[in-house]
């Protein structure tokens, strides 16, 4: 029966006290209109890069979330690589000063499908935003491809050893009178001599043959990283519509928020009355 007369009391306060409770969740959402008006609007445009085809999503064992293996040449095993290690490389000066965006960006692996890189960008204007987004994805991509891309450092080291093979063959055969390469030209020599240039013959063809193999692997990962191990870059269009600030959505909080404290003030002002 007590809680019965509380709840009725408590009831006829709200009634009383309408002019309040009605007044305040009104002046809220005033306010909250013209907050909103007053704010800047911002713009948002996100931009796709797409990871290589060859770069597959597999599930291992011991390891989550799933983890993405490429290969970038027979002679060398998988390399593990993550969401999170391009995003870092992507994050890093040299993208950011190839970009020079206008709108401030952010980062993130696609929730659905972890081999989407979703890049983003936030601005008052929807124009930068969407150019500062496809400018970021285009030096991301960019980058990419400069990590795929070999850097020729076992081809040069080859070269060079080449080089020196050749001249060591070719200082012996000036040293010899020798024309020719041809092991039937070093019949003439002695033992010793005949062996002397068969070894340097035959390391001057390994060289060769090893720098052959690195070369041509070199300009086959140099031709992928241009083409299929590429990202691919799915645009981001202009945004017609604001992201923040929200109107209806800061109304209904305005609204909410004045109306418990129209409540609050209506049984405050209810126990002063009383008190006094």
Do not use: C
Request: proline share 6%; no cysteine.
């Amino acid at each position: 029966m007590s809680n019965e007369i509380d709840l009725h009391n408590y009831i006829d306060v709200l009634i009383r006290r309408w002019q309040i409770i009605l007044a305040m969740p009104v002046l809220a959402i005033i306010v909250a209109v013209g907050v909103t008006f007053a704010i800047k609007p911002t713009y948002e445009a996100t931009t796709t890069l797409a990871l290589a085809p060859s770069t597959v999503s597999i599930s291992l064992s011991n390891q989550l979330p799933p983890y993405y293996l490429m290969v970038d040449s027979p002679r060398h095993l998988p390399t593990a690589y993550t969401p999170t290690y391009y995003i870092a490389i992507l994050k890093g000066a040299d993208v950011v000063n190839a970009a020079k965006p206008r709108a401030t960006i952010s980062i993130s692996a696609d929730s659905g499908d972890r081999s989407l890189i979703a890049i983003t960008a936030r601005s008052d204007d929807p124009k930068i935003a969407v150019e500062s987004a496809n400018n970021y994805a285009n030096a991301s991509a960019e980058r990419i491809r400069q990590l795929l891309t070999p850097n020729s450092a076992e081809s040069t080291l080859a070269k060079q050893k080449l080089d020196a093979a050749q001249q060591a063959l070719d200082q012996f055969m000036r040293e010899n009178n020798l024309v020719e390469t041809d092991p039937s030209a070093a019949t003439g020599l002695s033992l010793d001599k005949r062996k002397q240039f068969s070894d340097l013959s035959r390391a001057r063809d390994l060289a060769d043959s090893v720098h052959l193999d690195l070369a041509r692997n070199d300009a086959i990962s140099a031709i992928l990283a241009d083409t299929s191990l590429r990202p691919t870059i799915i645009a981001a269009s202009v945004p017609t519509a604001p992201v923040s600030p929200k109107l209806n959505q800061n109304i209904l909080i305005g609204a909410a928020i004045g109306l418990l404290i129209g409540i609050l003030g209506a049984f405050t002002l209810e126990l002063t009355r009383r008190k006094e």
